[in-house]
């Protein structure tokens, strides 16, 4: 399995708040990305990133920012958490020159 | 319209049936092609990438049919730990890899 390790597990937390998620890889992999996962939407693209402070915009990213300060960390901050953001988040990494994703192993978050 | 787009099921079958997905896509410049496995509360897990002359692993065989636009899963002997969640991946170029809902598998005794 790719070492990837997402934190928190599930979080629980209420409309408003911030809420930020964190990404960790030890693959030294170029790409990252965030996902969310909703029953009947599959998997979205939120944000991506294709090196150290490069990121860009998915499909849904309205809501959220991302950081990624060191190749390992990427990081995705909800800046005011609101009810429909409840969701599971996936990071995943990607090699240089390959498409194929690996994903960690999510987050679960409720928003109240 | 969805730009991939896979047939939720669920799907019932006995142990040792064979069983078929199909996934379809819109975008003919779609260029790379996977499945993934999800089991339940769990992340996604590559099952196989899928290949313009088709591919073979093990009991899995994947197919690519870039005319109509879809990519098909057949699994043969199917088991009891084949029951799961398979997702289709798209990779339209660059970053953007479409993944289609999924389609559920229960495999029974």
């Known amino acids: 399995d790719a070492g990837i390790t997402q934190s928190p597990r599930h979080k629980v937390t209420e409309t408003g708040t911030p809420v930020t998620l964190r990404c960790h890889q030890t693959?030294?992999?170029?790409?990252m990305y965030w996902y969310r996962q909703d029953p009947g939407h599959g998997l979205r693209l939120i944000h991506y990133?294709?090196?150290?402070?490069?990121?860009d915009k998915g499909e849904v990213s309205d809501g959220y920012s991302v950081s990624r300060s060191k190749t390992e960390d990427f990081l995705l901050t909800l800046e005011s958490a609101t009810s429909s953001q409840t969701s599971v988040y996936f990071c995943?990494?990607?090699?240089?020159?390959?498409?194929?994703?690996?994903f960690g192993p999510g987050t679960r978050l409720l928003v109240l | 319209r969805k730009e991939v787009e896979q047939d939720p099921g669920p799907f019932n079958v006995p142990e040792g049936a064979t069983v078929a997905f199909n996934c379809t896509y819109s975008?003919?410049?779609?260029?790379?092609f996977f499945w993934y496995r999800q089991d339940c509360r769990k992340e996604p897990k590559l099952l196989m990438s899928v290949y313009s002359s088709g591919n073979e692993d093990g009991r899995f065989t994947a197919q690519l049919n870039r005319a109509s636009q879809y990519i098909s899963l057949l699994i043969r002997d199917s088991k009891l730990s084949d029951s799961a969640t398979y997702l289709c991946a798209v990779n339209t170029g660059g970053f953007k890899t479409i993944f289609g809902a999924g389609t559920r598998l229960f495999v029974k005794a």
């Open positions: 975008n003919s410049a779609s260029q790379s």
């Open positions: 693959e030294n992999h170029r790409y």
């Open positions: 995943a990494i990607s090699d240089f020159g390959s498409e194929t994703q690996y």
């Open positions: 990133s294709y090196g150290v402070k490069d990121t």
